[in-house]
C-alpha cells in the first residue's frame, strides 16, 4: 500500500457505525439482531465466525465474532431499481465482536449503500439514486443505532 493510501481512508469507513456494549456477547448478539428487525430489517443469516474458523480450520484463537447478515426491503428494492447487479452489494452486515483485554462488545458496521457509492458499482447517470439510497438506508441505521445504544446496556 503506498503512503498516499494509508494516509487516506475511504469515506465508507471513516463514517462506519460503532459502539460499544456492557453485556454478555451471548445476550448482544440476539439484541442487535432484534433491534434490525424492529425497523423492518430482515434477517438473511446470523454466523458465528470465530466458530467456523475453528471448525473448518482448527484454530481456537479468535475471539467470539458474529456476522448479523440482513436485508432491508426498501433497500433491495431500490438498489434492485438502480442496477440489478447491485444486488451482489447487499445484504448489510452488523459486526458484534470481542477484543481480547476488553470488556466490552463492539458493535460495528459499515454501509452497503456507501459502499456502492463510494466505489462507484452504480451505472453512469444513477447519483441522485444512489444519494437517495444512501440517505433512506441511513435514516433507517441512524434508527437502529440510537436503539442499540438507548437499549444495549447493562
Known sequence: MSDTAAESSA????????????????????????????ADFETVRVTRL??????????????????????HPEIAHDALSIDPTLAGMLPC??????REGDDLVHVHHVSAAKAI?????APGGCDDAVEELVEKTGELMT???ENIEKHGRA
Not at 457509492?117 to 458499482?121: E, I, P, S, Y
Open 143 to 145: 434508527v437502529v443505532w
Open 93 to 98: 452486515t452488523t459486526l458484534v465482536y470481542e
Open 117 to 121: 457509492r463510494d466505489l462507484g458499482c
Open 11 to 38: 469515506p465508507t469507513a471513516d463514517e462506519a457505525l460503532h459502539t460499544t456494549l456492557d453485556v454478555p456477547f451471548d445476550d448482544a448478539v440476539p439484541f442487535v439482531q432484534i433491534e434490525h428487525e424492529l
Open 50 to 71: 470465530d466458530e467456523m474458523i475453528e471448525g473448518m480450520l482448527g484454530h481456537d484463537d479468535v475471539e467470539r465474532t458474529a456476522l448479523i447478515v440482513v436485508c
